[in-house]
């Protein structure tokens, strides 16, 4: 087991090494370029278009797809949103430095363009499946945009998204929300994993539209809450905003501060951990994205851009912004020994003593449950591309079991191995972006040029 857990550290180490965070912003870099700098000039109608009703077709029915545009988001958004958010950004600060949230904002700005083409891919190779529901995502679209002698690659982002699902989507997230229970209310964890086993089992049981439902209610509440709580934090200790906000732009070209350390560790951390969070790059949102109703693939892409500016820009903002303003009420982090999840609940609890450690813990818990249903979904897709629509039953099933058994293990071997095969999702998704982006360009200008006639509101 130990051989087996020294095997994918060294290959994640790998996996999640420099030239994979080159190849991630370096494709939204690219995109960027390609795209004019479309997440800047169509941020607000992104952010319109996702809270608003889908468009109907000129005859009154709907476009094709199984959920809505904002239903899409929130499944996107309820496995993006999750641990990353508050133990991910704890880690950046303590082993990058205050400056690893600036590399973290910029990882997010060029991370939207990744996932508005990713978004434009899904709609467009999306297809329907004998259920009558719509299959897509970076299999789908490698192996329909990129031809069928790439096929292999399409195979090998199924298998790694397969696999990482019930590391990383079910069993390492249970383990948060039972070891988070426990440590808060003394709840034993195997009461914890009948509890969420059973809720899990009862929404992923119902497909796609079940779970767009209930995480339509979970991310707003679960995001706005903990947004609402860390700046009501910020108001009450408003004089080291100023002084918290200078030290991460002067830490992030520097490497100075007191956590920091190195220039290179700083974005580092801050790539490495904004990517881990917003998922921009992965290849795991497109398939949410593949199943909404929309009248052109352009449309949801931009819907599915505003997933990273809410993950990172807004929610990953909260808690390093509240990190660093701990920081620099102590001089040192408020226990140097502590990191992820714990710091942010003892910074929160410090700055806001009382209801802080209780926002964070609640947070915790909706934000693991959220990430354990949207998971489910990209899995489940992944292990139908590769095994056929009736291996759907089986997979939930399979995948309600390691929700259960998440709660009851120790996870290490799991978690380095689920770490491993996120990371490789990504390397077929890049490949592919990188091949189609000019189809991407094609569909922008298209959109565009209709807008402007008229034809698409």
């Known amino acids: 087991m130990e051989s087996l857990k020294l095997l994918f550290d060294t290959l994640g180490g790998w996996v999640w090494g420099p030239y994979m965070l080159v190849f991630l912003v370096g494709t939204g870099v690219f995109l960027t370029l390609r795209l004019a700098g479309l997440q800047f000039s169509l941020l607000p109608y992104a952010l319109k278009q996702a809270f608003m009703p889908h468009k109907k ?12 545009h904002f239903g899409a988001l929130m499944t996107a958004l309820s496995a993006t949103i999750g641990t990353g958010n508050i133990a991910g950004v704890a880690t950046a600060v303590v082993l990058g430095g205050p ?50 002698r790439w096929k292999w690659l399409a195979y090998a ?43 899990t089992g009862i929404v992923i049981l119902g497909g796609i539209q079940s779970i767009a439902r209930a995480s339509s209610i979970i991310v707003p509440f679960m995001a706005i809450g ?15 905003l100023g002084p918290a906000l200078s030290l991460i732009f002067s830490d992030a070209f520097t490497g100075q501060a007191v956590a920091g350390g190195a220039l290179g560790t700083v974005i580092r951390y801050g ?3 904004g990517v881990f ?47 660093v303003m701990g920081l620099l009420s102590s001089g040192e982090f408020v226990k140097p020994e502590l990191t992820g999840a714990a710091l942010t609940t003892v910074t929160f609890d410090k700055l806001l003593p009382g209801p802080g450690g209780w926002l964070v813990t609640f947070g915790l818990v909706f934000f693991a449950y959220s990430t ?6 990209y899995g489940e897709k992944c292990a139908v591309y590769l095994l056929g629509d009736g291996f759907v039953l089986p997979y939930r099933v399979i995948y309600t079991i390691t929700v259960m058994l998440g709660t009851l293990a120790s996870l290490d071997l799991v978690w380095s191995a689920a770490d491993t095969f996120n990371g490789l999702m990504a390397i077929p998704n890049l490949i ?13 200008r298209e959109f565009k040029d209709k807008r402007r006639r008229g034809e698409l509101p």
């Not at 077709?57 to 809505?68: H, L, N, Q």
């Not at 259920?131 to 995502?137: H, P, R, T, V, Y």
């Not at 592919?432 to 922008?444: F, Q």
Request: glycine share 14%; aromatic share 10%.
């Open 57 to 68: 077709k000129a005859d009154g029915s709907d476009p094709e797809g199984d959920i809505s």
């Open 277 to 323: 969070s917003n998922e921009a790059g992965m290849g795991s949102a497109p398939i949410a994205a593949a199943a909404a109703r929309t009248d052109h693939p352009v449309r949801q892409a931009l819907v599915s851009m505003t997933g990273t500016f809410l993950d990172t820009i807004v929610v990953c903002s909260i808690t390093g912004i509240v990190l």
């Open 157 to 199: 982002f199924a298998f790694f998204g397969a696999v990482a699902s019930f590391g990383i989507g079910s069993s390492v997230q249970s383990n948060s929300v039972a070891q988070a229970i426990e440590t808060s209310f003394g709840v034993p964890g195997w009461m914890t994993g009948v509890v969420l086993t059973v809720f």
């Open 271 to 273: 790539v490495a951990r």
């Open 372 to 377: 354990i249903l949207g998971w489910s979904y």
């Open 226 to 240: 903990y947004v609402l709580g860390g700046l009501v934090i910020i108001a009450l200790n408003l004089d080291k």
């Open 432 to 444: 592919a972006l990188v091949a189609l982006s000019g189809v991407i360009v094609k569909e922008t």
């Open 99 to 148: 400056g690893a949230v600036f590399w973290m904002w910029m990882t997010a700005i060029f991370g939207m363009a990744t996932k508005y083409g990713e978004g434009v891919l899904a709609v467009k190779y999306r297809i329907v499946n004998r259920k009558g529901e719509m299959s897509g995502g970076p299999m789908y679209y490698i192996e329909r945009g990129m031809g069928s």
